[in-house]
């Protein structure tokens, strides 16, 4: 059975998408819910609590993912950042408003900053793994790896504000595209081999 605060959660999640979070009020949020604004009150006292807990989701559901299957490290680095931008796609309304939101809750604008380092050095970790095991060359330059985190969090973070210059909606090709740069943004680091190996995954994926 679906908690009223999993209801409240689910129908922001599918009004923000489509409208933005400014053009969503309370009382839109609980009619969709079929409840009393007072009843959304008990779980969240304002939008910005709501925003909140959306965001720990997208936080949560991107843990849960975030490892690599041994047996096949290159695929499995692929896979997992298919699924990391399927998941920016279905909570599309935090990265259209991101400056927006981080600016007025301090409360994001910390965990954010806090979490982005964690991920820096999680994701040097598995850096290292890659190189140990002959996927990754060496870095050619310094704190090259550490450079090239940086460019795929800003990117990840605006890319769907600027798809919305050009285009009317984010559709699911838009998010098949986004994952296809992504990924391919790792290819010029891949030895010869592991080179061999991503085409192979991208002509069979």
Not at 12 to 37: C, M, P, Q, Y
Not at 134 to 149: K, S
Request: net charge neutral.
């Amino acid at each position: 059975m679906i908690t009223t605060k999993e209801k409240i959660l689910r129908q922001a999640l599918a009004l923000f998408n489509t409208h933005g979070i400014t053009n969503v009020s309370l009382r839109a949020i609980a009619d969709a819910a079929e409840i009393s604004v007072g009843n959304l009150q008990y779980h969240f006292k304002k939008r910005d609590d709501i925003v909140e807990g959306l965001y720990m989701r997208i936080v949560e559901r991107i843990d849960r993912i975030l490892y690599l299957q041994t047996d096949n490290l290159l695929s499995s680095f692929l896979e997992v950042s298919g699924l990391i931008m399927n998941i920016f796609f279905e909570h599309r309304f935090f990265f259209l408003d991101m400056t927006t939101i981080i600016r007025s809750n301090p409360g994001i604008k910390h965990h954010y900053a806090a979490l982005s380092k964690r991920r820096a050095q999680s994701f040097m970790a598995i850096v290292d793994l890659l190189i140990d095991n002959g996927i990754l060359r060496q870095p050619l330059l310094a704190d090259e790896y550490a450079y090239f985190y940086e460019r795929t969090e800003i990117i990840s973070n605006f890319w769907f504000s600027s798809v919305l210059i050009q285009s009317k909606e984010l559709s699911k090709d838009a998010i098949d595209r986004f994952s296809l740069l992504i990924s391919q943004s790792i290819y010029p680091y891949l030895t010869d081999s592991a080179k061999e190996d991503y085409r192979r995954n991208i002509s069979t994926g």
